[in-house]
């Protein structure tokens, strides 16, 4: 495993799906505001394309526990 890859892993395992989102929304709005360095806006355009990416990641892991659930409910039913 690379160490950005267990870095993202890591972020995932510590910064939860709300805290992830909320940070997101900022530092949209920051670039969207304007008025910041290239430097800046490049940092911040990188950390938005890591949370993004760590929200995509609890949603789909969101997905795969519905459908496992959702699964278990079906076979029950089937079984009655």
Same mark, same amino acid.
């Given at each position: 495993? *690379?160490? !950005?890859?267990?870095? !993202?892993?890591?972020?995932? @395992?510590?910064?939860?799906? +709300? ?5 997101? #929304? %900022?530092?949209?709005?920051?670039? @969207? &505001?304007?008025?910041? *360095?290239? +430097?800046? *806006?490049? &940092?911040?355009? %990188? $950390? ?7 929200? @995509?990641?609890?949603? &789909?892991?969101?997905?795969? $526990?519905?459908? &496992?659930?959702?699964? #278990?409910? +079906? @076979? ?5």
């Amino acid at each position: 495993m *690379s160490s !950005e890859t267990q870095q !993202e892993a890591t972020q995932r @395992e510590t910064l939860g799906y +709300e805290a992830a989102r909320d940070e997101l #929304v %900022e530092v949209v709005r920051k670039l @969207e &505001a304007g008025g910041l *360095s290239l +430097e800046d *806006s490049l &940092a911040l355009w %990188e $950390r938005g394309e890591q949370l993004a990416k760590t929200c @995509e990641q609890h949603l &789909a892991g969101a997905r795969e $526990r519905i459908d &496992a659930a959702l699964a #278990v409910v +079906e @076979e029950d039913v089937s079984q009655a």
